[in-house]
């Protein structure tokens, strides 16, 4: 049971205070506001422009609201969207999409007296153009780096030049960033855009109140249908709380008053989950939980150039790989929410992800590479330091315990978030934790820390691991356009890497999302995307 202190009584109250503003009693309830999918937004929303979805919040806010060209299903694999087709020249540098003729903006005034109008291939042109506008100054301009220009051909085709062939630029065009905007809403509304946005989404904006609600409603023009042929969303309206934090988001999930939460919160995991990573109980019969691979690695990173001999020694390295129990460790500190990383960089659910190309838990073979490394060397007391942020001190403690045994003593050095990544940039540690959450998702965006023109602080290479035969796989990866072939340069590429060691990598994360039984049809995808078009609601 939840146990109330104070605290967290008036935080309680306070949640049910704002609820309390928007929402009827049971008894007031219509068919209609039973349609109403109702989400809280503890991070705030900064914009519901796309050339501004740099966060995860937004992110969802603007997926809601905005269509690209093409769209990722969960799965990963790129599917129509607003361009019902494509093709891609032989060189793999020409990119031609054709348009659906059906999609159209939604209704404003500023279109006329039909109130809308339908997508040409001439909004691409505009859209993607203020993506790149300084003034603007959009975070997501670096989508375009490998675009030589582009041009609407006529209105229903538009057409994208590279300035070299890139596997992975389907999967870029699927970010929130490139979505289609009308450009005379967003020249008539110019920095207001942001809270006035007119797109061709499955839901239209309504209102937003800063700090307090946003509301969406259902698109009744949108081009999209199931599977049956009808019309898409089923849903009628979207409604987004801005509670501040997570606990009180949780309280009112378990009162029944908003429809899911997302992620797995220290202040709630153990009142919602075992130790195993099952539901509890009392959730288990109004509680539905889905999970699955979510595109982040987190790990633990030497600086290979580094002059500290327990860096660069390759057995240490390797036996810190083997020296701790990954499956214990997710078990006690993530109540099983993680998949243990006994593979290579790349987390399960990418194309190229192999799981066995890494390290398992070895306590007899960690000691005994640490007492060749003491008889080789002379260093009978070995050790390193870890850097680490508050956040994940508890791993590093539970691994700092485990090579401990195998004689490596470790002393773990805790520093704010901001300097931690402004040193890891700048190589000024040599044993730190880190994370990669994938930027596009491709598995050569995880390789790119590895590549040897790609060392920080001008790239995200935080090792300066550096590779000949590496380095030549992953140039041959950016020519291979067959998908099968391409997986397997990026297998060979994360074997050469672990078996040089200059990471360890810790789990694979997982996406965690709680439902109440009523909501249905929504997924779960790697890149932990928030797509509602599908998602339907019974009736309590």
Known sequence: MLKFTSSLFYRLLYSFLLVGLYTCSSEQKTNTEAQVFRYNEHKNIGSLDPAFSKDLADIWASNQLFNGLVEMDNQLHVQPAIAKSWTISEDAQTYTFKLRKDVLFHKHKLFGKDSTRTVVASDFEYSFKRLLDPKIASPGSWVLNKVDHFSAVNDSVFQIQLKQPFPAFLGLLTMKYCSVVPQEIVTHYGNDFRSHPIGTGPFKFKRWEENLKLVFRKNNAYFETDSTGQNLPYLEA????????????????????????????????????????????QYAERVRMIRGPYLNTEYLGFFMPSEIKTIQSKSLRKAINVGFDRTKMMTYLRNGIGIPAHGGFIPKGLPGYAKHIGYTYHPELAKQLVAEYKQETGIQNPEITLTTTSNYLSFCEFIQRELQKTGLLVHVDVIPPSS????????????????????????????????????????????????????????AAYLETEAKKREALYTKMDALIMESAPIVPLFYDEVVRFTQKNVHGLGINPTNLLSLKTVKKEAH
């Open 420 to 475: 931690l990544k402004d040193a890891k940039s700048n190589g000024q540690v040599d044993f730190f934790r880190a994370s990669w959450i994938a930027d596009y998702p491709d598995a050569e965006n995880y390789l790119s820390l590895y590549y040897s023109k790609n060392f920080a602080p001008n790239g995200p290479n935080y090792t300066h691991f550096k590779s000949a035969e590496f380095d030549t796989l992953y140039e």
């Open 238 to 281: 979207v409604a987004i709380t801005f509670l501040p934090d997570k606990q009180s988001e949780f309280l009112q999930f378990a009162q029944g008053n908003i429809d899911f939460v997302s992620g797995l919160d220290s202040s709630y995991k153990d009142e919602i989950l075992t130790v195993d990573g099952q539901l509890r109980a």
